[in-house]
């Protein structure tokens, strides 16, 4: 069964250099997303993306934040200077549809950690 | 805003006994609603959604309207049963909106 994967599954770095968190959406699917969740707390919504653009960001996605879709197959986050808050799991996320109910297939996350 | 509510950060039970993983959700119009479980080191996974009534694993759900509630049952909960789940809502938009999820611990 096709899945959603993420790279790298962990990932440190140090407070103001830039990351970019990949992730390979299952291959039919166009709306893509991306989530975090800090330690302890809820899974968050940061961004929804189609068609090459942002379709919906939460007040997180601020402009250290971007997306891109550099080609056919991969999704990138990339926050550009990195701040100790930043210290979270992030999930991409892909559906087929955008329909009401639409199921979101999840990735394995990959935990951020900003020293 | 929406915003959903598990209040239960924790909960054990025996095998064989019945569970109920509660869920509270606040929205001015009708979401659509799901769990979503994560099962020890794995992905999230979606169990069900209101949309499609359908069970899963054991598991139901009913929306309650007018207690805003989605709560998720399961007669007999099994010890593979064991795993963090996750109430959704999704209003208006494609983002959903977790709770903060409560831990199911199913003993032997």
Same mark, same amino acid.
């Given at each position: 069964?096709?899945?959603v994967?993420?790279t *790298?599954?962990? =990932?440190?770095? =140090?407070m #103001?250099?830039?990351?970019? %968190?990949r992730?390979v959406p299952?291959s039919n699917?166009?709306?893509?997303?991306?989530?975090?969740?800090i330690?302890?707390?809820?899974?968050?919504? %940061?961004?929804?993306f189609?068609?090459?653009e942002?379709?919906?960001?939460?007040e997180?996605?601020?402009?250290q934040?971007s997306v891109? &879709? *550099?080609? #056919?197959?991969?999704?990138? %986050?990339?926050? &550009?200077?990195?701040?100790?808050?930043d210290?979270?799991?992030?999930?991409c996320?892909s559906s087929?549809?955008?329909? *009401?109910?639409n199921?979101?297939?999840?990735g *394995?996350?990959?935990?951020?950690?900003? %020293? | 805003?929406?915003?959903? /509510?598990q209040?239960?950060?924790?909960?054990?039970?025996f095998? !064989?006994a019945?569970?109920?993983l509660?869920?509270?959700y606040s929205?001015?119009g009708?979401?659509?609603?799901?769990? $979503?479980?994560?099962?020890?080191?794995?992905r999230?996974? @979606? @169990?069900?959604?209101?949309?499609?009534?359908?069970s899963?694993? !054991?598991? /139901?759900?009913d929306?309650?309207k007018?207690e /805003?509630s989605?709560? @998720?049952?399961?007669?007999f909960?099994q010890?593979e049963?064991?795993?963090? $789940?996750y109430?959704?809502?999704?209003?208006?938009?494609?983002? @959903?909106?977790f709770g903060k !999820?409560?831990?199911l /611990?199913?003993n032997?």
């Amino acid at each position: 069964e096709p899945e959603v994967t993420q790279t *790298p599954s962990h =990932q440190v770095t =140090q407070m #103001g250099q830039e990351v970019i %968190l990949r992730c390979v959406p299952i291959s039919n699917h166009l709306y893509f997303y991306w989530y975090r969740q800090i330690l302890g707390q809820k899974v968050e919504f %940061l961004v929804s993306f189609y068609n090459n653009e942002i379709s919906e960001k939460s007040e997180i996605f601020d402009d250290q934040f971007s997306v891109e &879709r *550099p080609d #056919g197959s991969n999704f990138t %986050l990339k926050i &550009r200077s990195t701040k100790l808050e930043d210290s979270a799991m992030y999930f991409c996320a892909s559906s087929a549809t955008r329909s *009401p109910g639409n199921e979101q297939f999840f990735g *394995p996350g990959t935990r951020l950690t900003v %020293l | 805003a929406q915003r959903v /509510t598990q209040p239960e950060k924790l909960l054990s039970v025996f095998k !064989g006994a019945p569970v109920e993983l509660k869920c509270n959700y606040s929205y001015s119009g009708s979401p659509e609603l799901f769990w $979503y479980v994560q099962y020890s080191r794995q992905r999230l996974q @979606l @169990l069900l959604r209101h949309i499609s009534r359908e069970s899963i694993k !054991g598991f /139901t759900a009913d929306l309650n309207k007018g207690e /805003t509630s989605f709560h @998720l049952k399961k007669p007999f909960a099994q010890e593979e049963d064991s795993a963090m $789940y996750y109430c959704a809502s999704q209003g208006g938009s494609e983002k @959903l909106v977790f709770g903060k !999820g409560t831990k199911l /611990t199913v003993n032997p």
